[in-house]
C-alpha cells in the first residue's frame, strides 16, 4: 500500500520554529515532486511548498516564501521536511504531504495525500 505519514506538527507559539517531515512508503515516489499543501478552518487548501524529484528545484507559496525552506534527504529521496521559520497565527492549519508528477500542482492534480498534521501558532 502506497502511503505518505506526517510528523512533526504541534502547538507552539508566534515566532517559533518548527519543522515536519514526511515519509514515503514506496519507492514508487522517488520520481516524484513531494511537498505540502494547508488548509486553516474555512478556507481553501492552498500550497505550501514543493520540491521536485532531484531535490534542486523548488516552489513555495506566496505567504511562506522567506520563512518556509523544504528539503528532499539525498539519502532517502522519499523522505521531505519542511522548515517552518518565524510561524505566525495565520499559519495554523492542518499541513498535508503530498507526492506529485508535476512541480506546481494544483489540489485537483495531486496524486497522493496524506492524512495531514496539525499545526497551531498561538499568538
Known amino acids: 500500500q502506497v502511503r505518505l505519514v506526517e510528523s512533526g506538527g504541534g502547538l507552539v507559539q508566534a515566532g517559533d520554529s518548527l519543522r515536519l517531515s514526511c515519509a514515503a512508503s514506496?519507492?514508487?515516489?522517488?520520481?516524484?515532486?513531494m511537498g505540502w499543501f494547508r488548509q486553516a478552518p474555512g478556507k481553501e487548501r492552498e500550497i505550501v511548498a514543493v520540491?521536485?524529484?532531484?531535490?534542486?528545484?523548488?516552489?513555495y507559496g506566496d505567504s511562506v516564501k522567506g520563512r518556509f525552506a523544504i528539503s528532499r534527504d539525498s539519502a532517502l529521496d522519499m523522505v521531505v521536511y519542511l522548515q517552518m521559520n518565524s510561524l505566525k497565527p495565520e499559519d495554523t492549519a492542518v499541513y498535508y504531504c503530498?507526492?506529485?508528477?508535476?512541480?506546481?500542482?494544483?489540489?485537483?492534480?495531486?496524486?497522493?495525500w496524506g492524512q495531514g498534521t496539525q499545526v497551531t501558532v498561538s499568538s
Open positions: 503530498v507526492a506529485s508528477k508535476i512541480l506546481r500542482p494544483t489540489k485537483e492534480s495531486v496524486d497522493y
Open positions: 520540491v521536485d524529484w532531484s531535490g534542486r528545484s523548488t516552489y
Open positions: 514506496a519507492r514508487a515516489f522517488n520520481n516524484y515532486a
